[in-house]
């Protein structure tokens, strides 16, 4: 695969960046009381899918736990001290042995005694999910960290153990998996269990800074949200066959061609920007439409088009905007603006980053800005586990499967517009049970490929007018 920027899990991925945590005793000195936690109040962690984007998310929780992190220019800060007490990642699965066994490798050297996983607590397979989470006790988290086809089952079993969960984005990759998700959030709900849901910008204190004074009205009527995430692309070549064809497309970088995995690269580089544009309108949209496709000439093999432009209409009439483009040696942009009555808005910027400022009128300028919010001190990846881990320490109401599976449906309304070529609208997804694989939960190594390549190696792309998948 080709991929000119930098992999989809590079802003978790700790060990890869150089990120290095300190202090291997700043555990100790917590009297924390015995509840909602393990008997000893220790939290255990069981890691299910073990790349770069879940080792991160150990280390968030470790942090969590009280231990000092040094960033990239060697200044220190103490993070999550108000979560603070015992963390410790005693299971781990996936269906790799490569990566299970490097992922192993790399957060006990770089979180020591922390990581407590011997080769019996380490799972390989399909099935490997169940015996990692068997491993764990009331008041300990299961992290989901898989890709988004096995996300539903992996929770559905969570719940149904009584372990509190962290799942990571993207959750489903159609309406059936949000309805299973929303099923299983619900019963998390009655039985008081406590889950993460992946989409940390909700957590950045700059954005809540910046929503708090949209709430007060200080752009007007929200008019338009304007999101972009426009790079040079991710392409794949051609299914050359002779091996297990599921394992590949389930194989490193391969996931995100592929709809019944991922959901596909839209809604993998889109849901965070997505999910804002939700946020800021604090509503659902009402209907979606759109257009994409794929330039001319181009070979690439996967299920994935490389332009999208979306028209989400809220139940004011307002709109936002929303547009993808993965295309070489073309404009780049990553940012999202509000536009207000009164005035315009930028929400996010490069990389997620809080450029949230309000400008004193529409012109998009630096030079043009009223208003800045205070400077984050703690970046959102590790406050949703602070959150978390003081919700499960202090027995506080800690649900967000319902937001982020809604977020991730109108994201699916989105993508599904443009494939399909249709105007869809709320209703139609809340119905819609449709999937790109009717049970992920039951695939095993032996199990053909939910989509198979054609002679060419070559995988079906939408054709709008013709393709279903609401």
Known sequence: ????????????????????????????????????????????????????????????AMSAGGLVLGDQSGRQREAGREAGGPVKLVAMADIR???????????????GERVDVPAERRFLGFDAYRKAI????????????????????????????GVNVFM???????PGGVQRLLRAGEAAERKNLKIGCGLMCRHSSARQAMIDRIRDGALGDVLMVRAYRMDPGYFMGPFSGGQNELLWQLSPGHPYQFLWASGGVFLELMIHQIDECFWIKDSWPVAAHGVGGRFAGSRDASQNLDSY??????????KAHVTGRYIPKCHTDFSTFVHGANCAAKFSGDIHAPDCWIYKDQRIDRGNVAWRPPR???????????AL?????????HNEVRRAALSNLGA???????????VLNWDQMLASEFRFCPDTGALIESSPAPVQADAEGRYPAPIPGQWEEV
Not at 309 to 318: H, K, L, M, Q
């Open 1 to 60: 695969m080709n991929t000119p920027q930098a992999p989809f899990s590079s802003r978790r991925d700790f060990i890869k960046t150089g990120s290095r945590i300190a202090g291997a005793s700043a555990l100790a000195g917590f009297t924390l009381p015995h509840v909602h936690a393990a008997e000893d109040n220790t939290i255990r962690l069981a890691l299910i899918g073990c790349g770069g984007r879940g080792s991160g998310a150990v280390a968030n």
């Open 97 to 111: 042995q490569d990566r299970l066994d490097g992922a192993h490798r790399n957060l006990r050297e770089t979180l």
């Open 134 to 161: 068997d491993c764990l006790k009331p008041g300990d988290v299961a992290m989901l960290t898989t890709h988004a086809a096995f996300r539903a089952p992996h929770l559905e079993y969570a719940v149904e153990k």
């Open 168 to 174: 990571e984005k993207q959750f489903a990759c159609d």
């Open 309 to 318: 432009a979306i028209e989400y209409t809220f139940p004011d009439g307002s």
């Open 376 to 386: 984050e001190t703690v970046n959102p990846w590790q406050s949703e586990w602070d």
């Open 389 to 397: 881990l003081r919700a499960i320490r202090e027995d506080q109401p």
């Open 412 to 422: 699916i309304m989105g993508r599904a517009a443009v494939h399909t070529g249709q």
